[in-house]
């Protein structure tokens, strides 16, 4: 089956602009995850959603960030007044139920923050 | 979640056993050890997962130390396609965000 689709693929934005990252996740895939991954570096959490649990936002760095999930389908991550250091690859996963199950991971959108 | 401790890169010839370890001296009861690992511009892929016995899936093989301080990840068989940055993470049961470090860089080459 499709596993899980990020887009756009690559976004290139000026600095202080907001953008918009979606997630489709696997189909019946309640637990839903956002990462973002700078570049030569291992993934920072940001944003975790389970079924109709509130969020984990825990790991969102600023205010700026914000995510949505519309029931446990798609999800998009908001990035507002964008800057420099928010250029990333943004990686989305879902797993069958969060817990210990294993996290699907999709292609990643890379921002670049000119 | 207890931190892992990985080199940063290691080289393997194709067709021999690749052994990537991972030390997690402040690991607890509860806390497992899961692999991923992501090949060149892809999302990361998950690999395998264990808290105290050793595991072995059609990927690899986790070998836990009986003090559960270290563990090593066996590629029986690599090939050139097992080129990735290797990660092992530590995880809470119950909790659902993964914490990845720098990872291991495994170069196979012919």
């Known amino acids: 089956g499709a596993g899980v689709s990020q887009s756009p693929s690559n976004k290139v934005t000026e600095k202080g602009k907001d953008v918009e990252l979606r997630c489709d996740p696997i189909?019946?895939?309640?637990?839903l995850y956002w990462y973002r991954q700078r570049l030569g570096q291992g993934l920072e959490f940001l944003i975790y959603?389970?079924?109709?649990?509130?969020?984990?936002k825990s790991g969102l760095p600023s205010d700026r960030f914000s995510a949505e999930r519309t029931g446990e389908s798609v999800s998009t991550l908001t990035i507002q007044r964008t800057q420099q250091e928010d250029s990333a690859v943004y990686l989305c996963a879902s797993s069958l139920d969060g817990g210990l199950g294993e996290q699907y991971f999709g292609p990643g959108t890379r921002l670049t923050v000119t | 979640d207890a931190k892992t401790t990985q080199p940063t890169s290691m080289d393997c010839a194709e067709g021999r056993a690749a052994n990537l370890p991972c030390n997690h001296s402040?690991?607890?009861?509860?806390?497992?050890v899961y692999w991923y690992r992501q090949i060149h511009s892809q999302g990361p892929q998950y690999i395998i997962h264990g808290l105290k016995n050793n595991e072995t899936n059609e990927m690899a093989s986790l070998i836990i130390t009986e003090d559960r301080k270290s563990s090593t990840l066996i590629l029986p068989h690599a090939t050139l396609r097992d080129t990735a940055v290797y990660y092992c993470i530590v995880r809470v049961y119950n909790t659902d965000k993964l914490i990845f470090g720098t990872g291991t860089r495994l170069q196979v080459f012919p």
């Open positions: 959603f389970q079924g109709n649990s509130a969020p984990d």
């Open positions: 402040t690991i607890s009861g509860n806390e497992y």
């Open positions: 189909s019946g895939h309640t637990a």
